[in-house]
């Protein structure tokens, strides 16, 4: 191996942990998309588990019957990019709760439960403002009226009413939010009652306590993966969760060359403006090429000695996006699934 993400089971538990205590008594959905932000369902779902997750949040059908399949029936998936006939029966029969942001989509499932007998789980999306996907607010009376039918007839329980924040300023949120309740109004006069509201993600739902509703669904945080310009891991009481390690394959010319590189999806601007662990301590990244990464070569350097690019005890995911004009996230999802990850009960400071 020439590079490996370590996944510290210890920091995604104490993660889940916190946010729990924080947002309590609102429920707290684990986003897992883009296979559990480039940590790997695989990693993420028993440690989840076993630290009390009950929700969580899949966006897609593959990656919402890959959680199905490690974590059994004792967890509630919600996915919300399913459409397609086909892909709707499958997410219906694996009994996903299914977010629906369009009056069509709202139709083909209803149609679908219908044909088969069973009933579908149904999050009806409202769009407050991002324009995404969300049903519009002209079109949502029609959409809540058509919704009570089709629940009175059996054919979806209406779960949970949801939408999606910009978080780009709190105006605009304090703004989505006003359209929320308007929207959760029109529910409740319909006659519905749907077990839980959910708005807010990472953010909103860490800083505004009117925003967490019955549940909010968090990704980024619970990673550790911190907001590009916004609070330390240290405030928010989170801890990195992956680190990146790379073998020294090569010293010459007072330069270490590790086995990682561009091609395994580590940006080539970060050449020049971060650092890494190596065993001696700090050392400034100087290139990133596209097979291999140069540092600074330490007293005595050698060929298979390990430097950590990011983690724990180096600078974090979001600290190497702060240096190239992105987010955390970024960082994270961009690493080659061709990279290992290796869960372990804990990553340390090497
Ligand atoms: C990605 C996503 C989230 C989680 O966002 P974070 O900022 O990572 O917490 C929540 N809800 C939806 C709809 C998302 O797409």
Do not use: C
């Amino acid at each position: 191996m020439t590079a490996v993400l370590r996944i510290s089971r210890a920091a995604l538990a104490a993660n889940i942990d916190v946010l729990r205590a924080r947002v309590s008594p609102a429920e707290l959905m684990l986003v897992v998309k883009d296979d559990a932000y480039g940590h790997g369902l695989d990693n993420v779902i028993p440690t989840a588990l076993e630290a009390g997750i009950t929700w969580i949040g899949a966006f897609d059908l593959p990656t919402a019957l890959r959680v199905r399949a490690l974590a059994g029936d004792s967890v509630r998936v919600f996915a919300w990019m399913v459409a397609g006939d086909a892909s709707l029966r499958t997410a219906i029969d694996a009994g996903i709760d299914l977010g629906v942001g369009d009056p069509a989509l709202l139709d083909d499932v209803v149609r679908l439960a219908a044909a088969h007998g069973t009933t579908a789980r149904v999050h009806l999306k409202i769009d407050t403002g991002l324009h995404r996907n969300g049903i519009r607010p002209e079109e949502w009376t029609d959409a809540v009226a058509r919704t009570a039918a089709a629940s009175a007839a059996g054919a979806l329980s209406l779960e949970g009413v949801w939408s999606h924040l910009a978080e780009a300023s709190n105006g605009e949120d304090d703004a989505a939010r006003a359209r929320f309740d308007e929207a959760l109004a029109v529910v409740h006069d319909a006659g519905l009652t749907p077990p839980r509201a959910h708005l807010a993600a990472s953010a909103a739902a860490f800083q505004r306590p009117e925003f967490r509703y019955d549940m909010v669904r968090i990704g980024a945080f619970n990673y550790g993966i911190r907001p590009a310009g916004g609070p330390g891991e240290h405030e928010l009481g989170i801890a990195p969760v992956a680190s990146l390690d790379a073998d020294v394959i090569e010293v010459r010319g007072g330069i270490a060359v590790l086995g990682v590189g561009a091609l395994d999806g580590l940006p080539s601007t970060l050449g020049g403006r971060t650092v890494a662990r190596s065993p001696a301590g700090l050392v400034a990244v100087r290139s990133v090429d596209d097979l291999t990464t140069s540092v600074d070569a330490w007293p005595h350097a050698a060929v298979g000695e390990t430097v950590r690019i990011y983690g724990v005890g180096a600078p974090s995911a979001t600290d190497l996006a702060e240096a190239i004009d992105t987010i955390g996230e970024e960082i994270a999802v961009r690493l080659s699934p061709l990279i290992e990850r290796r869960a372990e009960d804990d990553v340390r400071t090497r």
